[in-house]
């Protein structure tokens, strides 16, 4: 079966379960889409933790993480990321929404991904907007549509984006660009407060898969 093949039957399986809601992490721990950060993070003690395995034909990278809400609009986290045939480097992240300055569905965040340097530095800054409306599809509703986008170093490369849409009330869909490949996803539930996020990535030539829990709204 081809790695997309494998995205898309991972959310057909699971599409029927329950819909939890809070800012999941990304397949490498950041609150985020697929592989991007995005202006949104925790509330204050709020927390998610989550694995991940991204497959590709040269090597499989494995990681945990962690994130918890400091205080409002302050969320911190750690990722232990393992790529195969090497030792495991452990990143410690940070991202604080900036005060918005009128009531608009806009949200500005600066962050950090490995701030002490173990691999690359990468500060960033990401917009994130809310779109009014959406679509109506033959079989349900694309609705919450947002839009990200960020300049970024290190890992980041540069300019950076994704959109991300609730296709139904169960099934979150993304796509992205990390800087310099395009990735597509899903998020979906299959408990209460558990997440699985599946991924074509690297212009889709490779594969994602994660799963998190984190605390209720």
Known sequence: MSRCAMVVAAVVVIA????????????????GLLLIPTAEALGVSQWNVGASVLASDSEDVTALYANVGVFKGLEVGASRVKPEGTGAETFVNAKLLLPQPMPLELSVAVGVIDITDQVDTS???????????????????????????????????????????????????????????????????????????????????????????????
């Not at 029927?16 to 609150?31: D, E, H, K, N, V």
């Not at 395009?182 to 490779?206: F, K, Q, S, Y």
Request: glycine share 18%; aromatic share 6%.
């Open 123 to 217: 500060p960033y800054v990401v917009a994130s907007h809310t779109l009014g409306g959406g679509l109506i599809l033959r079989h349900g509703a694309l609705s919450s549509p947002q839009v990200h986008v960020g300049l970024g170093g290190g890992q980041l490369e540069g300019l950076f984006g994704g959109v991300s849409a609730k296709l139904g009330d169960r099934l979150e869909v993304m796509a992205e660009y990390d800087g310099s490949q395009i990735n597509l996803g899903a998020r979906l539930p299959v408990a209460r407060n558990v997440e699985v996020t599946a991924a074509a990535l690297d212009g889709l030539n490779d594969f994602g898969v994660g799963v998190s829990v984190g605390s209720p709204w």
């Open 16 to 31: 029927a379960m329950p819909m939890a809601a809070w800012a999941s992490p990304s397949l490498l721990g950041p609150t």
